[in-house]
T-cell receptor
Framework: QQQVKQSPQSLIVQKGGISIINCAYE??????FPWYQQFPGKGPALLIA?????SEKKEGRFTISFNKSAKQFSLHIMDSQPGDSATYFC???????????FGAGTTVTVRA | KAGVTQTPRYLIKTRGQQVTLSCSPI?????VSWYQQTPGQGLQFLFE???????NKGNFPGRFSGRQFSNSRSEMNVSTLELGDSALYLC???????????FGPGTRLTVL
């Protein structure tokens, strides 16, 4: 079963708008939460990552918000651009065996 | 520094055959993980190798196997191919087991 639940499955946003993708987990043994971006025909590329002792991390137009008590984290893409159109995966890494569990992915389409 | 390379990029096989996929990690990276990506199941962990030893294994049948060489290059093998094995097989490398994983472009396997 999916250890990391990701929503929505897809979203469409206008250029300049904000894209928000949410993830939730149950296993408290996760200690590292990366987000990957994947374009068609390519492998996933690391976008941004956060550890549970930090509530927010920002890199350029991409921000992760982390709520440890709720076991939820989200990716915000500010000022969305057509080049951001891709599939985004959240993931969680187990602290003991370092295995990454991935969410199901969110396909983001940015309309010009 | 060159990224993770995977060969071949595309492969077509028939049921019952076997296949070997190759992965060359980023120079200096010692950990290699393999994932299967399908539209229905998303990204699923196959196994992880570090120092030529399998450290983790996902929930896949014994037809899926792998190995790692002394130069950290890795191969995975699938025997007695089934139609359901059609997928994108991704390799990811990291400096050490607990470090960020960087993905290759994948090998697209089609089983007819």
């Amino acid at each position: 079963q999916q250890q990391v639940k990701q929503s929505p499955q897809s979203l469409i946003v206008q250029k300049g708008g904000i894209s928000i993708i949410n993830c939730a987990y149950e296993n408290t043994a996760f200690d590292y939460f990366p987000w990957y971006q994947q374009f068609p025909g390519k492998g996933p590329a690391l976008l941004i990552a956060i550890r549970p002792d930090v509530s927010e991390k920002k890199e350029g137009r991409f921000t992760i918000s982390f709520n440890k008590s709720a076991k939820q984290f989200s990716l915000h893409i500010m000022d969305s651009q057509p080049g951001d159109s891709a599939t985004y995966f959240c993931a969680a890494r187990h602290l003991n065996d370092y295995k990454l569990s991935f969410g199901a992915g969110t396909t983001v389409t940015v309309r010009a | 520094k060159a990224g993770v390379t995977q060969t071949p990029r595309y492969l077509i096989k028939t049921r019952g055959q076997q296949v070997t996929l190759s992965c060359s990690p980023i120079s200096g990276h010692r950990s290699v993980s393999w994932y299967q990506q399908t539209p229905g199941q998303g990204l699923q962990f196959l196994f992880e190798y570090f120092s030529e030893t399998q450290r983790n294994k996902g929930n896949f049948p014994g037809r899926f196997s792998g190995r790692q060489f002394s130069n950290s290059r890795s191969e995975m093998n699938v025997s007695t191919l089934e139609l359901g094995d059609s997928a994108l097989y991704l390799c990811a490398s990291s400096l050490d087991r607990a470090d960020t994983q960087y993905f290759g472009p994948g090998t697209r396997l089609t089983v007819l």
